[in-house]
């Protein structure tokens, strides 16, 4: 009898450890961003989920666009706000929001005076750009391809777009960032925005899930808030 009752405790204990850790699963969120969206667009993010659903938490990653698809499609994370729709069978994709990537320099530099610039105009400035391998970067060479130019000239490669922002207030430097990024420094006078000739630069960000989450209740929560009207530009 002292045998059989110990199985039993001992089952029953083993389906509560199972059951907390399904509770626990059912209440988080594993969440991953790319880093301009992690920078800029993220803190308000989760401080409006967190005031909203205080009972669900969400563990939040910032990383680069291939890595967060890798982790994505194979179940290492939930969800993702990314810069480029991932291809997989084993994730959903929906478009979150429409921004643009922008010509932004300092009030300082010389061009800053000007609404519009040349194509030649802007291959002979000096620029500091995202790093080849962001998904930023990637969509500006392609589209600056289409356009006909096959490369900047490019003074500095920068992992941050705060770390850009600071450098072009130097007044040396042009960059393409997104606008999202930039509005308060538009805004607060810290930065000028340029338009180029025939160049406009739009740009999606997209919710991208796991198939497996799908009826996951913080992922549903965590969607319905990011689809509501936001600050951002759309």
Known sequence: VYAFSRLVLDYQASLFDDLQSLMRGQNELRLEVTFAIGEHLLPDILLNFSDKYPQYRIHSRMGYSRHIQTRLATGLSDIALIEQAPDHPDILVQKWLEDELILACAPSHPL???????????????FVLREPKSSLR??????????GINALPIALEVGSTDTIVEILSRGRHLSFLPKFAVEEALKNGELRRLQVENLEIKIKLWIARNRSSID???????????RKPSRSAQ
């Not at 990637?138 to 356009?147: C, R, S, V």
């Not at 996951?216 to 990011?226: R, T």
Request: charged share 25%.
């Open 112 to 126: 800053s005076d000007r609404r519009t610039i040349s194509k030649q105009q802007l291959i002979e400035q000096d």
């Open 138 to 147: 990637t969509i500006l060479d392609q589209k600056l391809n289409n356009y």
């Open 216 to 226: 996951n209740p913080v992922a549903e929560a965590f969607i319905q808030l990011l």
